[in-house]
């Protein structure tokens, strides 16, 4: 049975920075892509960013390209989301999900699994 459990989240100043941690089970990350997601309250769940399972690819959304960055530990089989530069918009429940195949996708049919998500709050 898969599992994934995200850690990390928490409340932080505008401009500060926060690392996601995803430790998933059941599955090896280092097969299959990972990818972060978030929803902030009245919206839809939006990607933020995805790696291959190899770790050689990795895609952004383009609201967080060059302030987050997506990393995996195959070893720990845990996926992290370096969080900088935090802005107010930036608020929201953040989720780890497991996807189907190797590279790694854009939108939420791309993805399997999902954990219970982890909240994040950038105060102005």
């Known amino acids: 049975q898969v599992q994934l459990v995200e850690s990390g989240g928490g409340l932080v100043q505008a401009g500060g920075s926060l690392r996601l941690s995803c430790a998933a089970s059941?599955?090896?990350?280092?097969?299959?892509?990972m990818g972060w997601f978030r929803q902030a309250p009245g919206k839809e769940r939006e990607f933020v960013a995805a790696?291959?399972?190899?770790?050689?690819?990795?895609y952004y959304a383009t609201s967080v390209e060059g302030r987050f960055t997506i990393s995996g530990d195959n070893t720990k089989n845990t996926v992290y989301l370096q969080m900088n530069s935090l802005k107010p918009e930036d608020t929201a429940l953040y989720y780890c999900a497991l996807g189907r195949r190797f590279f790694p996708g854009r939108t939420k049919n791309d993805y399997d699994y999902w954990g219970q998500g982890t909240q994040v709050t950038v105060s102005s």
């Open positions: 059941g599955r090896a990350v280092g097969v299959y892509a």
């Open positions: 790696i291959s399972g190899s770790g050689s690819t990795t």
